[in-house]
C-alpha cells in the first residue's frame, strides 16, 4: 500500500542548527515542514545572547520555526515563556528528551520523566498561555520505558499540539537500537498527534517507520539530515540528486553560512573556523573522507578555504 508523504521536521541540535544554519538549509535545500530551535534553557538567572540572537525573529527565515526551552520546574518555565513572548515566539516545544547526566540529574530533559507530579508540575504552564502553541519532545524514560506510559495520561490531558518521541531510554544517550516496541506502547496510548524521531538516515528507513506505524503524523530527522541535506528534499519528490548536484548544494548552503558568520563574528579566525568545521562534521560521507580530513586539520582560514576548494566545495 503506498502511504501519502510525511511531513518532515528537521530536529534540534545544539551547536548544530542554529539560525544561519536553518536559514540557509531551507534556503537551498528545504523539503522541511518545520524547524526546532536547540533548547533554550536559563542560565545563571539570565539567556545567552547566543540563545537571544537564535530565537529572535530579526535572525529566522524559516517559514515554520518552533522554539525550544529545558527547565525542570514551573518558575524557570515562566520566565522562559516571558522571553520567548517579548520575541514573539509562539510556538514553543518542551524538552523532555535531553540526556545529558549534568542536566538529567537536576531532573532536566529526559531526567524528569521517571517522576509524574515534577512532570505535572512542569506542564501546568501550558494552560496558562492559550496564546501559545505547545508540544514535547521525549523519550521514553529516563530509565525504564514504562516511565512514558506512566505519564502518558497527564500529556493526553493537555492540549497539546503534538508529542515527538525518540524511541531511547535517557541513561542510554544515542547507544543502543531505538526501541520499537517502546515506541508502540506509547503510541497505542498517546491521543495526540505522534511524530517519530531516531536513526532515520535515508528514504527507505522514512519509508520503513511509516509502513511500520501508518498512524504517526510526521518524522523528525536529526543527525540524517546533518549527514545528507538534501534527505528530506529527496524524499519529497522522489528523486535522488546527482552527486555534482548535491556538491552544489553544499557550495551554495555553506557560502550562506560563511557570509553570516563573516557579518557578525568578532572573535577572530579561530572562532570562525571551530564553527565552521561542525558544519562539516557530519557529512564526512558525501564530501569525502580526505577533503573532511583536510578540512578539520586547517588552522587557519586561509588553510581551510584551500581544503574546501581542493575539494571542489568553494
Ligand atoms: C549534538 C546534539 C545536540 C542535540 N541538541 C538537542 C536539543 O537542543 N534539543 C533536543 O530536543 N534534542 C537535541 N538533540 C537530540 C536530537 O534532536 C534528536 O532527538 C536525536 O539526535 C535523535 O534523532 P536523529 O537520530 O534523527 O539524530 C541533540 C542531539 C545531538 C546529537
Not at 33 to 52: L, S
Not at 203 to 214: K, L, M, R, T, Y
Not at 294 to 302: F, L, P, Q, V, Y
Amino acid at each position: 500500500m503506498s502511504l501519502p508523504k510525511l511531513p518532515i521536521y528537521f530536529a534540534p541540535l545544539q551547536g548544530y542548527t542554529e539560525a544561519d544554519y536553518r536559514n540557509a538549509h531551507a534556503a537551498v535545500f528545504g523539503g522541511i515542514a518545520g524547524y526546532y530551535t536547540p533548547f533554550v534553557r536559563v542560565e545563571t538567572g539570565g539567556f545567552r545572547n547566543k540563545d537571544v540572537r537564535d530565537i529572535s525573529p530579526f535572525n529566522n527565515k524559516v517559514d515554520n520555526l518552533t522554539v525550544q526551552f529545558l527547565a525542570n520546574n514551573q518558575e524557570k518555565a515562566e520566565k522562559i515563556l516571558a522571553f520567548f513572548a517579548e520575541h514573539q515566539c509562539k510556538t514553543i516545544d518542551i524538552n523532555m528528551g535531553c540526556p545529558f547526566p549534568m542536566l538529567a540529574k537536576r531532573h532536566n530533559g529526559s531526567g524528569i520523566l521517571p517522576y509524574p507530579d515534577e512532570v505535572k508540575a512542569l506542564l501546568s504552564v501550558i494552560e496558562k498561555h492559550p496564546d501559545m502553541k505547545f508540544s514535547v519532545k521525549m523519550r521514553l524514560g529516563w530509565d525504564d520505558p514504562n516511565e512514558c506510559l506512566a505519564i502518558a495520561p497527564i500529556l493526553n490531558e493537555l492540549p497539546l499540539d503534538h508529542i515527538t518521541l525518540h524511541p531511547r531510554l535517557g541513561k542510554q544517550q544515542y547507544k543502543g537500537e531505538v526501541d520499537l516496541i517502546g515506541f508502540a506502547a506509547f503510541a497505542e496510548l498517546c491521543k495526540h498527534p505522534l511524530i517519530y524521531n531516531g536513526d532515520l538516515e535515508t528514504v527507505e528507513d522514512i519509508e520503513d517507520i511509516h509502513q511500520q506505524f501508518p498512524q504517526i503524523a510526521g518524522v523528525m530527522i536529526g543527525r540524517g539530515l546533518l549527514k545528507n541535506p538534501a534527505l528530506a528534499l529527496e524524499y519529497q519528490t522522489g528523486e535522488r540528486l546527482s552527486e555534482s548536484e548535491l556538491r552544489q548544494r553544499f557550495k551554495q548552503m555553506h557560502a550562506l553560512v560563511l557570509a553570516q558568520y563573516e557579518s557578525r563574528m568578532e572573535g577572530g579566525d579561530l572562532q570562525m573556523l571551530n564553527k565552521l568545521k561542525t558544519f562539516w562534521e557530519y557529512p564526512e560521507e558525501a564530501i569525502g573522507r580526505k577533503t573532511w580530513k583536510n578540512i578539520k586539520k586547517s588552522i587557519n582560514m586561509d588553510k581551510y578555504r584551500t581544503a574546501l576548494s581542493q575539494g571542489g566545495l568553494l
